[in-house]
């Protein structure tokens, strides 16, 4: 039976006792060459990554000046204090000519093979079918049509049962929380991926959108007279970064 793992550390220490996780400690930008790594280890079938180094670019990125790592004009509490911001980046320094570094590390192409979604699920290859038909039954499920399948579907029960989340009193997620004036997107190594885009994006998002003067049903695409989620993204972007 394939491993089955109790937190995002735990599959990454095993994928790198595997040989399937590099960690690259040579500094890489957020801007442009993050992407260009992630498109061709995908292409490739290549081992997960986690850029323990990632830098930001100032003179190629357009996040405003209080946007940026290391920024020397993010505020400061009333008493005089660093703020939560201040303190984050104050385990970050310089890097390259004109660089910057995030104080976070960025894991990409985790799920880049089917093994290693199987893993992450703790399933083999083989199982991935039937962990797709369990989920799509669970999402529209019939109810039995007699005792018998009603007794067979126990263990597909007993499975929905373990699916349901814990609430926890502490996690490590947790560890550090910002609010207020402390919560900037600017510190987050987000990535620019591709040349001309007016500023990093968060990808693959789950948007939903509808027009301001058409109704939208559930899962159709934008007309051409309307903007796109990626359009209206890209547009906000590029108001927040002038």
């Given at each position: 039976?394939?491993?089955s793992?109790e937190?995002?550390?735990?599959?990454?220490?095993?994928?790198?006792?595997?040989?399937?996780?590099?960690?690259?400690?040579?500094?890489?930008?957020?801007?442009?060459?993050?992407?260009?790594?992630?498109?061709?280890?995908?292409?490739?079938?290549?081992?997960?990554v986690?850029?323990?180094?990632?830098?930001?670019?100032?003179?190629?990125?357009?996040?405003?000046?209080?946007?940026?790592?290391?920024?020397?004009?993010a505020?400061?509490?009333?008493?005089?204090?660093?703020?939560?911001?201040?303190?984050?980046?104050?385990?970050?320094?310089?890097?390259?000519?004109?660089?910057?570094?995030?104080?976070?590390?960025?894991l990409?192409?985790?799920?880049?093979?089917?093994?290693?979604?199987?893993?992450?699920?703790?399933?083999?290859?083989?199982?991935?079918?039937?962990?797709?038909?369990?989920?799509?039954?669970?999402?529209?499920?019939?109810p039995?049509?007699?005792?018998?399948?009603?007794?067979?579907?126990?263990?597909?029960?007993?499975?929905?049962?373990?699916?349901?989340?814990?609430?926890?009193?502490?996690?490590?997620?947790?560890?550090?929380?910002?609010?207020?004036?402390?919560?900037?997107?600017?510190?987050?190594?987000?990535?620019?991926?591709?040349?001309?885009?007016?500023?990093?994006?968060?990808?693959?998002?789950?948007?939903?959108?509808?027009?301001?003067?058409?109704?939208?049903?559930?899962?159709?695409?934008?007309?051409?007279?309307?903007?796109?989620?990626?359009?209206?993204?890209?547009?906000?972007?590029?108001?927040?970064?002038?």
């Amino acid at each position: 039976m394939a491993k089955s793992f109790e937190s995002l550390r735990d599959f990454i220490a095993e994928l790198e006792k595997k040989g399937d996780l590099v960690r690259v400690k040579t500094p890489v930008s957020t801007y442009l060459e993050m992407t260009e790594i992630q498109t061709r280890l995908l292409a490739e079938g290549g081992p997960a990554v986690l850029f323990e180094n990632v830098v930001h670019e100032p003179n190629k990125e357009l996040w405003g000046e209080a946007s940026r790592p290391n920024s020397q004009s993010a505020p400061r509490s009333s008493a005089g204090e660093p703020s939560a911001r201040e303190a984050a980046l104050h385990r970050s320094g310089s890097s390259r000519d004109g660089e910057q570094l995030y104080c976070q590390q960025v894991l990409v192409n985790l799920f880049g093979t089917v093994e290693r979604v199987a893993a992450g699920m703790g399933r083999k290859p083989s199982e991935l079918r039937e962990v797709g038909e369990t989920l799509a039954f669970l999402k529209q499920p019939e109810p039995p049509a007699s005792l018998k399948e009603a007794w067979d579907m126990l263990p597909l029960v007993k499975t929905a049962l373990t699916m349901k989340p814990k609430t926890v009193s502490k996690a490590p997620c947790q560890e550090i929380v910002l609010t207020g004036d402390d919560i900037d997107l600017g510190k987050l190594p987000i990535q620019t991926c591709w040349p001309g885009e007016p500023a990093p994006l968060i990808t693959w998002p789950l948007v939903v959108t509808q027009g301001p003067s058409k109704h939208r049903k559930k899962g159709e695409a934008s007309s051409p007279s309307e903007p796109s989620a990626r359009e209206a993204a890209a547009h906000v972007s590029d108001s927040t970064s002038r």
